[in-house]
């Protein structure tokens, strides 16, 4: 996530201020709900981040467009977003898909389940990504939306938690570019519902228990916060470790040793 997505999300912190947990999954569809109604409307999208009109003007748009068609919190969230400057109609709708998706995660952390849900969806995404027909099937784009979305809906339903397939589903409409780079940015979002910054971890073979929590302590220590850590079993990796942290690559793999030392010798 940029430096720009992450003040655009920082300027919407009034849905803590707005939201209560018990309410936050119906917000979440609510707000998802705004998502597709602006993007179907430029003209609208556009006024209602229009810097030369003013805020007064943007909020009663706002309020008139939907008042009476979501809730109230929800409006408020919107209400909320349209006091700031953006820097186009999109980023602006791409901010209110994330104030979604962490409505969602926020109303599963209140039942004590987002760690389950995290890790349904890395497993979701490291499934799609490893079958390249199911893939083809999710992300391609001449196929259409609501078919692609049932697919997916249709193979979680019944083996995840409500909210895992409804982001899952969410996430096929590619916020961003695709839906393994969209369900990634989910996943930093319930990292950072927690505070935690997120690690992918590559080994050639699992990690026992007594691993994993050595593994996850030195990680939390490098990172100066807890650490949701992700695990693929990956045999590429010939051996040791490979860590994705943020924006580091520590890399301890054979792999990553043979390499060097066939650059040193050409």
Do not use: C
Not at 116 to 144: C, K, N
Not at 239 to 258: K, N, Q, S, Y
Request: hydrophobic letters at 45%; charged letters at 30%.
């Amino acid at each position: 996530m940029s430096q720009t997505t992450r003040a655009e999300d920082t300027r919407l912190s009034v849905l803590d201020g707005v939201l209560d947990g018990q309410h936050d999954v119906a917000v979440a569809s609510d707000l998802f709900a705004v998502v597709d109604l602006l993007e179907s409307q430029p003209a609208v999208r556009r006024a209602l981040t229009d810097p030369g009109r003013a805020v007064r003007f943007r909020q009663q748009l706002a309020t008139n467009l939907l008042h009476g068609r979501v809730s109230e919190a929800a409006l408020a969230v919107v209400r909320a977003a349209t006091e700031h400057r953006w820097a186009s109609g999109s980023t602006f709708v791409a901010a209110l898909e994330r104030q979604g998706v962490r409505a969602e995660l926020r109303g599963s952390a209140g039942g004590g389940e987002l760690d389950e849900i995290e890790d349904e969806l890395f497993r979701f995404g490291r499934l799609v990504a490893s079958d390249q027909e199911l893939r083809h099937a999710v992300s391609d784009r001449s196929r259409s939306l609501q078919g692609r979305q049932e697919l997916v809906a249709r193979l979680l339903v019944g083996k995840v938690r409500p909210a895992t397939a409804a982001l899952a589903v969410r996430a096929v409409k590619g916020r961003e570019h695709n839906f393994d780079r969209t369900l990634d940015s989910y996943l930093e979002l319930a990292a950072q519902t927690r505070q935690r910054s997120v690690a992918t971890v590559r080994v050639a073979r699992p990690l026992d228990d007594d691993q994993a929590a050595r593994l996850r302590a030195a990680l939390s220590r490098q990172a100066g916060r807890d650490v949701a850590m992700h695990v693929v079993v990956d045999p590429e990796v010939l051996g040791g470790i490979r860590v994705e942290l943020g924006d580091e690559l520590i890399e301890g793999t054979v792999a990553a040793r043979l390499e060097d030392a066939r650059r040193k010798l050409q």
